[in-house]
């Protein structure tokens, strides 16, 4: 069989790590790469340290607002799913690349499968949350990191079929985390030690788009009485300086700004971390499998299972919560919640098993 996936972003690249491999071994993939993010930071250093295969596609379709670049992805894809005649489009996530391949697919008649279908912050004033569930309605095959989100898509009563396989994120973290773990010079290169420091990032529309929010982010990192480590997202980079504030970060003595890191070296200063300080999606669920607990900038989040577990607290832009988040005891359970590292080869499964169906 035929597939063609659609990735465009950072943590794209991550999830395609797990399943391209086992995919081609098994079927045809076609790959795309819309150019949604198309720094090397940001893209190129996931290809070659995760050994996601080269594009056959590179669309290059960057810039502009959300409905803008869905709108030129849409214009791009269209035509090349007519010409490469797939038998399945595969996507993942959540973002503009995930809806304009699952809008492509489904338009063209051709079956959508969509990894981490599900999640919800039941937050529609996320341009995520609209691409998840938008790209949920459309998808034949609805493949799930947990229970919960497939609960989601049950009450929503989606169309396409559902399965649980896991999360692909924990197969690459599951593979990489012990390595990085043992890794001292990105820590080294950021002057820290392990244990003790804060690993930071944020890039949310709605923490750095509005400058009064991103001045609130900007004084809550300031107050964090250990030394913080941000890897700055050239988005939040823009933002800060248009804003002003770049300067009163990188000033501060505490907060160490790098540019956008690889995926082994921030493993590496995830894995050692005192906690994370985060918008991300993915680093919550990172912080999770790796045992260091997460501070999560947001009041709502798709990951509820972590916060449930007791090692991820939201808190919004409150520098008072967050310190007092970061002060707290860990639990002392930590249970096994978005598979086995399996994940990749279970989205393989279920996509022969759905083509044969
Ligand atoms: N990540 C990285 N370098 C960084 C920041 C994040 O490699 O400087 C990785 C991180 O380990 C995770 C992914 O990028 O695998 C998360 O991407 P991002 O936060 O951009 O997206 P989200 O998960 O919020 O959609």
Request: charged share 20%; proline share 6%; net charge negative.
């Amino acid at each position: 069989m035929k597939v063609l996936t659609v990735i465009g972003n950072r943590p794209q690249f991550v999830k395609a790590a797990a399943v391209s491999g086992p995919l081609r071994e098994r079927h045809e993939e076609v790959l795309v790469h819309t150019g949604q993010h198309y720094d090397d930071e940001l893209s190129a250093i996931f290809f070659s340290e995760l050994g996601v295969p080269r594009p056959a596609y590179e669309l290059g379709l960057g810039n502009g607002t959300n409905t803008e670049q869905t709108a030129r992805m849409l214009a791009a894809l269209g035509p090349l799913v007519a010409d490469v005649r797939p038998d399945a489009v595969l996507v993942y996530g959540d973002t503009n690349s995930t809806l304009a391949g699952g809008l492509a697919g489904a338009q063209a008649g051709v079956p959508v499968a969509h990894v981490e279908a599900g999640m919800r912050s039941f937050d529609r004033r996320m341009p995520e949350e609209l691409n998840r569930v938008l790209t949920d309605h459309l998808a034949s095959l609805l493949l799930c990191s947990a229970q919960g989100p497939a609960d989601h898509l049950a009450a929503e009563r989606v169309a396409g079929r559902v399965a649980v396989v896991g999360d692909v994120m924990v197969d690459v973290a599951l593979l990489f985390q012990p390595r990085a773990r043992a890794d001292d010079a990105p820590l080294r290169d950021a002057g820290v030690e392990a244990g003790g420091y804060v690993l930071a990032t944020a890039h949310r529309a709605g923490n750095v788009d509005d400058p009064a929010r991103l001045r609130r982010l900007v004084d809550l990192l300031l107050a964090v009485p250990l030394p913080v480590v941000l890897p700055l997202h050239p988005r939040t980079g823009a933002r800060l300086e248009a804003a002003g504030l770049l300067d009163r970060l990188a000033t501060a003595g505490r907060v160490r700004l790098t540019p956008p890191l690889g995926y082994l070296a921030f493993t590496a200063l995830l894995t050692r971390a005192r906690a994370l300080l985060t918008d991300s999606g993915g680093v919550q669920k990172e912080a999770y499998l790796a045992g260091v607990p997460c501070v999560t900038l947001r009041d709502t989040t798709e990951w509820v299972e972590t916060v449930q577990a007791g090692w991820n607290v939201l808190v919004d832009l409150d520098a008072r919560a967050a310190l007092a988040a970061l002060e707290r005891p860990l639990p002392a359970q930590r249970p096994q919640l978005y598979g086995d590292g399996q994940a990749g080869r279970r989205v393989v499964d279920a996509l022969t098993g759905f083509r044969s169906a």
